[in-house]
């Protein structure tokens, strides 16, 4: 199997305090690895190490290529793309154009010619994007016209138009019912499996154990567990710091399972 992310030893500290120690992380090509534990454990801090916007300890490695001493937009350009839990949208372009702003990565030359000339309004990343997550029809609109699970699918959306080798998606669930939940794990489920590997972080277990292959579990910055979604579930050292016995029975909701390996 294929690493296409290689995160070793990771470790943060704010002052004195350690917010991530020692972490070490690895995704596959074909994966959905999901990143869970308490509020606190580390989960975006840990995110925010990997693709550059914290300080960090450790190495850093995107389809076998080092990229520890990359700074933000580097990493991005190297093929590792973010959302954050604040959905940051361009609420005065269309869905399209938001998407176009990640898509296009001009040279000085191409920056250049577009003060001259208008600039290109479609790329097939872009229509790829829009058809894989169905937001073909709503390419047009505003992202103050959609719903709030519309409007997350096109943060992840936003992701994907770049063709990045690597997405990492930060509680894309969180504030989403139940409904929009289970269609929001059937499309990154797609995604992986359309060939762009995912970390995720949410706290909606449902969505984690039923789409994920395999899950990383933090606590005050450490690794605590590791392993499928089956595994973690009977866990006794998750079910006391997360998930609890309650969510530990319970049956994950109505989303495709992730292709264990």
Known sequence: MTNVLAA????????????????????DAGQ???????????????????????????????????????????????????TWQA?????????????????RHPS???????????????????????????????????PTDLTQGQRKLVAVARGLAARPKLLCLDEPAAGLDVKESTDLGRRLREVVDNG??????????????????RLVVLEFGRVI???TPAEIRQNVDVVRAYLGSAAAEAPPSDVPTGRQR
Do not use: W, Y
């Not at 070793?8 to 995704?27: E, K, P, Y």
């Not at 490695?61 to 520890?68: M, N, Q, S, V």
């Open 225 to 227: 567990a590791s392993g």
């Open 32 to 82: 959905l690895v999901g990143l869970i534990g308490p509020n606190g454990a580390g989960k975006t801090t840990f995110i925010d190490a990997i693709s550059g916007f914290v300080a960090h300890q450790g190495t850093v490695a995107l389809d076998g290529e080092d990229i520890t001493t990359a700074v933000p937009h580097v990493r991005a350009r190297r093929g590792l793309a973010r």
């Open 196 to 213: 762009t590997p995912i970390l995720l972080i949410d706290h909606d277990m449902g969505l984690v154990l039923g789409i994920c292959d």
């Open 87 to 103: 959905i940051e949208l361009f609420d005065d372009l269309s869905v399209r154009e938001n998407l176009m702003v990640a898509a």
């Open 8 to 27: 070793h030893n990771i470790s943060v500290s704010f002052g004195g305090v350690r917010a991530v120690v020692d972490v070490d992380l690895d995704v």
């Open 108 to 142: 000085i030359a191409g920056s250049i010619k577009e003060l001259f000339t208008r600039p290109v309004t479609h790329t097939h990343s872009v229509d790829e994007a829009l058809d894989l997550l169905s937001l073909r029809e709503l390419a047009d609109l505003p």
